[in-house]
């Protein structure tokens, strides 16, 4: 899998936008850009997954680049129940075993 | 629809006790995996099942944990003896497919050995 890069930790403000940057400079051709969301005392929820140019749901939007070296996870207009942990899954499928590998993600603090 | 829950929500056990943990998936869920997540670290895979057998337990940190799925549906993880690096969370997620990027978490039990 594919290794990923992203912030730490994000602060914002209600009603801002916010965009989370998950770089992936060895992506190969086959893999999927997935973003799972993780709010304090729960699991982790599958939010968006992408394989180029922009995805969006209810939930967010996924910009992916041309070179898809890196990607960008963007909330509109944050809300303090937005306040969770963001990570960035780069690879072609978890396979058979299912196995996601997380890495730290990103802490978005929500503030009012 | 009931999502995945798991059993204790909080587990507070001394060293060298036994615990066991329980999940149950999202009816219908033939794939069912447990993640941990132990102080400071990231979201570990420990294993999956598919039904009632263990498709990769890779991920099994030693012969303490033993997991189970008998007649394919909920799941146990049993930790004996529990030593102090065992606390943490421990996730269960279950899916409909096998290889799913989409895997359904419950909220979680968090294990704290003493």
């Known amino acids: 899998l594919a290794k990923t890069t992203q912030p730490i930790s994000m602060d914002s403000y209600e009603g801002q936008e916010v965009n989370i940057t998950c770089s992936h400079n060895n992506i190969a051709t086959n893999d999927y850009i997935t973003w799972y969301q993780q709010f304090p005392s729960q699991g982790p929820r599958f939010i968006i997954q992408g394989y180029k140019t922009k995805v969006t749901n209810e939930v967010a939007s996924l910009f992916i680049p041309a070179d898809r070296k890196s990607s960008t996870l963007s909330l509109p207009r944050v809300s303090l129940s937005d306040t969770a942990v963001y990570y960035c899954?780069?690879?072609?499928?978890?396979?058979?075993?299912?196995?996601?590998?997380f890495g730290q993600g990103t802490t978005l603090q929500v503030k009012p | 629809e009931a999502g995945v829950t798991q059993f204790p929500s909080h587990s507070v056990i001394e060293k060298g006790q036994t615990v066991t943990l329980r999940c149950d998936p999202i009816?219908?869920?033939?794939?069912l995996y447990w993640y941990r997540r132990v102080m400071g670290k990231e979201i570990k895979f420990l294993l999956h099942f598919v039904k009632e057998s263990k498709q990769d337990e890779s991920g099994m940190p030693n012969n303490r944990f033993l997991a189970e799925r008998t007649g394919g549906t909920y799941s146990t993880l049993k930790v004996q003896p529990a030593e102090l690096e065992d606390s943490g969370v421990y996730f269960c997620?279950?899916?409909?497919?096998?290889?799913?990027?989409?895997?359904?978490f419950g909220p979680g039990t968090r294990l704290t050995v003493t």
């Open positions: 009816s219908g869920h033939d794939n």
């Open positions: 997620a279950s899916s409909q497919a096998a290889g799913a990027w989409e895997q359904y």
């Open positions: 899954l780069v690879g072609d499928g978890p396979g058979n075993t299912g196995k996601l590998i």
